[in-house]
């Protein structure tokens, strides 16, 4: 994932100051969501992360959900009656609902809370937002080609 958001970064970087926003805010989110993972180029930590950790990558995770449905998407409009966005943000709204869920569960967790989920939670939602971002990179080239 975090190649991806490298690339989407080379292809499209500079062309709005918006998207560049947005990419570095994904990315920001990536290196969050492997820390709490536990993937590389992080270390499985014994046991859950700390709760602090989980607040801060819940805030990250709802600002860039916010910045995607009233930044990056309300530009591309619904202008065009045949236009990408039309079928493309039906299909983000699944991943929407569960970063929802995801923030609602943990963003304000006690400290001694055994987040017995959280595990299976983080991994179905980094399997959102997997899908997601692949959906937003073709919002995001039709922004770029159609419209900058």
Same mark, same amino acid.
């Given at each position: 994932?975090?190649? +991806?958001?490298?690339?989407?970064?080379? /292809?499209? +970087?500079?062309?709005?100051?918006?998207?560049?926003?947005?990419?570095?805010?994904?990315?920001?989110?990536?290196?969050?969501?492997?820390? @709490?993972? $536990? @993937?590389?180029?992080?270390?499985? =930590?014994? $046991?859950?992360?700390?709760?602090? /950790?989980?607040?801060?990558?819940?805030? %990250?995770?709802?600002?860039? %959900?916010?910045? $995607?449905?009233?930044?990056?998407? =309300?530009?591309?409009?619904?202008?065009?009656? #045949?236009?990408? #966005? /039309?079928?493309?943000?039906?299909? %983000?709204?699944?991943? =929407?609902? =569960?970063?929802?869920?995801?923030? #609602?569960?943990?963003?304000?967790?006690?400290?001694?809370?055994? @987040? /017995?989920?959280? #595990?299976?939670?983080?991994? +179905?939602? +980094?399997?959102?937002?997997?899908?997601?971002?692949? @959906?937003?990179?073709?919002?995001?080239?039709?922004?770029?080609?159609?419209?900058?």
């Amino acid at each position: 994932m975090l190649v +991806g958001v490298q690339q989407a970064r080379q /292809k499209w +970087g500079g062309a709005h100051s918006a998207i560049d926003n947005w990419l570095a805010e994904r990315q920001q989110l990536l290196v969050m969501y492997c820390e @709490l993972a $536990g @993937l590389p180029p992080y270390q499985p =930590t014994p $046991g859950l992360p700390d709760a602090a /950790k989980i607040e801060a990558f819940c805030e %990250i995770l709802m600002d860039y %959900i916010s910045a $995607g449905h009233f930044e990056i998407y =309300t530009q591309l409009g619904s202008d065009e009656p #045949d236009g990408l #966005d /039309k079928n493309v943000l039906p299909q %983000i709204m699944p991943s =929407t609902d =569960t970063a929802l869920a995801f923030n #609602d569960k943990y963003a304000e967790i006690e400290p001694d809370n055994l @987040l /017995k989920d959280f #595990d299976r939670d983080l991994s +179905g939602l +980094g399997q959102q937002l997997e899908e997601r971002f692949e @959906l937003e990179d073709q919002l995001i080239h039709s922004l770029y080609t159609e419209h900058l």
